[in-house]
């Protein structure tokens, strides 16, 4: 029964290594992206029967803090190393990037 649930533990932590999507790899490293292009934050404003509540969050990440271009160096490359294969599209050249 140990040796069975050893097995299964290893195969599972060995799974969890392999290869993502590379469409997931690439979500994953234009989020990183998007912060070394600069700050993110939310700001709420509530009140309810508990009264007035606010929320602040912010992100702030090191490579903005070091002036690194988002496109270069580990950010969208790291979708190789995760997935295995080459980005689909280079991240200045997708619709979806405003940094």
Known sequence: MRAALAALVSTASLAACGP???????TECFDQARLAAGPRGLVGVGVGSGGA?????VAVSTDWLQG????AGTLMPASVRKSGQPQR????????WKG
């Open 68 to 71: 690194k271009d988002p496109a």
């Open 89 to 96: 599209q280079p991240l200045y050249t997708r619709p979806d």
């Open 20 to 26: 993502i999507p590379v469409a997931r790899a690439e």
């Open 53 to 57: 509540t606010t929320r602040v969050k």
